[in-house]
C-alpha cells in the first residue's frame, strides 16, 4: 500500500524505512512472520511528525497550484458571493 502511494517498490519502501530506524537508532515496525506492526516507539514517532507531514504536503499542493506564488484578492458583493 506504501509502495503503491509513492510509486515505489516495496523493497525501496523498506529500505529507506530500515534507514530512518538507523538514523533514529531505534526499530519502528515490529516485523512478524508476513504482517508487522508499529511499535510503541513507532505510534509516538509517527504521531509527533503527523501535523509536520500534512503541512509538507498542503505546500506542495499549494506550490504545484500556483508555482509563481502570489495571491488574489477579490471584494465582491455579498449576494454575488454567495451565489
Same mark, same amino acid.
Given at each position: 500500500?506504501?509502495?503503491?502511494? +509513492?510509486? +515505489? &517498490?516495496?523493497?525501496?519502501?523498506?529500505?529507506?524505512?530500515?534507514?530512518? =530506524?538507523? %538514523?533514529?537508532?531505534?526499530?519502528?515496525?515490529?516485523?512478524?512472520?508476513?504482517?508487522? /506492526?508499529?511499535? %510503541?516507539?513507532?505510534?509516538? #514517532?509517527? /504521531? =509527533? *511528525?503527523?501535523?509536520?507531514?500534512?503541512?509538507? #504536503?498542503?505546500?506542495?499542493?499549494?506550490? /504545484?497550484?500556483?508555482?509563481?506564488?502570489?495571491? %488574489?484578492?477579490?471584494? *465582491?458583493?455579498? &449576494?454575488?458571493?454567495? /451565489?
Amino acid at each position: 500500500m506504501a509502495a503503491e502511494e +509513492l510509486n +515505489l &517498490t516495496q523493497g525501496a519502501v523498506s529500505r529507506q524505512i530500515r534507514a530512518l =530506524e538507523e %538514523l533514529l537508532g531505534s526499530d519502528l515496525f515490529l516485523r512478524e512472520h508476513q504482517t508487522i /506492526r508499529l511499535t %510503541l516507539a513507532g505510534e509516538t #514517532y509517527a /504521531r =509527533e *511528525i503527523r501535523e509536520a507531514l500534512r503541512r509538507i #504536503y498542503s505546500a506542495t499542493l499549494g506550490f /504545484r497550484a500556483n508555482p509563481m506564488g502570489g495571491t %488574489l484578492n477579490l471584494a *465582491i458583493l455579498p &449576494t454575488f458571493g454567495i /451565489r
